[in-house]
C-alpha cells in the first residue's frame, strides 16, 4: 500500500487523500464513501484522523452541508495534484510495460532456425515494427548454453531438455519418416515398416544427440540393426549425403517437405506412431519476460496449433 509520511511520522495512505478529494469533490461524505467503496461511518471516520494527523480542521462539519475551510481547500488543492501525479506515473509505467519494442534474441537449432523460425521473424517484425529478432542457428547444446547464460532471451530446439532452470513451452510434436534417394528400393512404399531398414546402408545423426538416440531406441525395440556409414550433427548435411544416394535415414517429415516436392529425395511414413521430435521453446525460469518477448513466444504457439488444426482438417493432405 502506498502512503507518505507527515512530520509525526504517521503514515498517510494516498487511498485516503483520494477518498478525501471525492468528498471535497462531491461534497458529500456518503457519495465519496460510495466512489471508494467505504462506509459513510468509515469515510467521516478517515477524514477524523486526517485532521487529527495535520493538526487543522479541513472540513467545517457545523453547517449543512458541510463547508471546506480554507486550510481544507488548500489542502485539496495540493492532494489532488499529488494524485494527478500518482496517477499519470501509473500510466507511464503501463505503457511502458505494454511497449512492443526493443530485441528479441533467439537461439535455435539449424533445422528449425532456417525452416520455421526465419519466416515467423518477419511476420514478427511486420506486426510489430519497433521490435528486432536477432536470430543465430546453434547446435542443440549451444542454444541451452545460451539461454542459461543469458546470451539468448529464448532458445527453440528438438527435445528440450528438463533443467529446473529452464521453462519449457511445448510448441509442436513432428512426425519422423524414412528418408531416401528416389532410386531407391522403397522409395515408391506406401509405408516402410522397422523392418524393412534391417541391413540398411544408414546416415545417422551424431552419437550424443538426444534425436540420435530416440532413432535407436525405437530401432532396437523393433530389433532392427541398420550398417552405420556417416553421422551428422544437422540434418542439412544428412540430407545432402542422402541425394547423392550415400545411404538412408530417419528425419523429421517436417524439414524434408521442400525436397520431396521437387523430388530430390523420396520421403516414405513409418509404421510408427510414437517415433516423433518434440519441439519447445526455452528460457530462463527466473528471468522476467519482456512484453515483446512474451508477445514473440505467443506468436510461435498461435502459429504451431494454427498449423496443427491445417492438418487435423479434414481433407487435409498428409
Request: a positive charge; proline letters at 5%.
Amino acid at each position: 500500500m502506498i502512503s507518505i509520511r507527515n512530520s509525526y511520522n504517521h503514515a498517510v495512505h494516498l487511498e485516503t487523500l483520494r477518498l478525501y478529494c471525492d468528498v471535497v469533490r462531491l461534497r458529500s461524505f456518503s457519495r465519496g464513501a460510495t466512489q471508494n467503496f467505504v462506509s459513510q461511518s468509515a469515510a467521516s471516520q478517515a477524514m477524523q484522523q486526517l485532521e487529527a494527523e495535520l493538526g487543522v480542521a479541513l472540513l467545517d462539519r457545523t453547517k449543512r452541508p458541510f463547508v471546506v475551510t480554507p486550510e481544507g481547500q488548500a489542502f485539496y488543492e495540493a492532494c489532488r495534484g499529488l494524485l494527478e501525479s500518482w496517477d499519470k506515473a501509473k500510466a507511464g509505467i503501463a505503457a511502458v510495460k505494454a511497449r512492443v519494442d526493443g530485441t528479441v534474441r533467439v537461439a535455435a537449432i539449424y533445422s528449425v532456425g532456417l525452416h520455421d523460425v526465419s519466416r515467423h521473424v518477419q511476420r514478427f517484425m511486420s506486426l510489430y515494427p519497433e521490435a528486432r529478432v536477432q536470430l543465430e542457428c546453434l547446435h542443440p547444446h549451444k542454444v541451452v548454453e545460451a539461454v542459461v547464460q543469458g546470451e539468448a532471451d529464448v532458445g527453440i530446439m528438438s527435445y528440450p531438455p528438463a533443467d529446473r532452470a529452464l521453462s519449457i513451452v511445448p510448441l509442436r510434436s513432428e512426425p519422423m519418416a524414412f528418408v531416401c534417394h528416389p532410386n531407391h528400393r522403397l522409395a515408391r512404399r506406401r509405408i516402410v515398416t522397422p523392418a524393412d531398414l534391417n541391413g540398411e546402408t544408414f546416415i545417422a545423426f551424431d552419437a550424443g544427440l538426444t534425436i540420435r538416440k530416440a532413432i535407436d531406441r525405437t530401432l532396437r525395440q523393433h530389433n532392427v540393426r541398420v550398417n552405420t556409414v556417416m553421422e551428422f550433427d544437422n540434418i542439412e548435411t544428412i540430407k545432402q549425403a542422402i541425394i547423392i544416394a550415400a545411404g538412408v535415414s530417419i528425419l523429421p517429415r517436417h524439414t524434408v517437405q521442400n525436397e520431396a516436392s521437387i523430388r530430390t529425395l523420396a520421403v516414405v511414413p513409418m509404421g510408427i506412431a510414437d517415433l516423433v521430435r518434440p519441439v519447445g521453446l526455452i528460457h530462463r525460469r527466473q528471468k522476467p519476460l519482456t512484453p515483446t518477448v512474451s508477445r514473440f513466444i505467443q506468436l510461435l504457439k498461435d502459429a504451431n496449433e494454427e498449423a496443427d488444426r491445417a492438418i487435423a482438417a479434414p481433407g487435409a493432405r498428409s
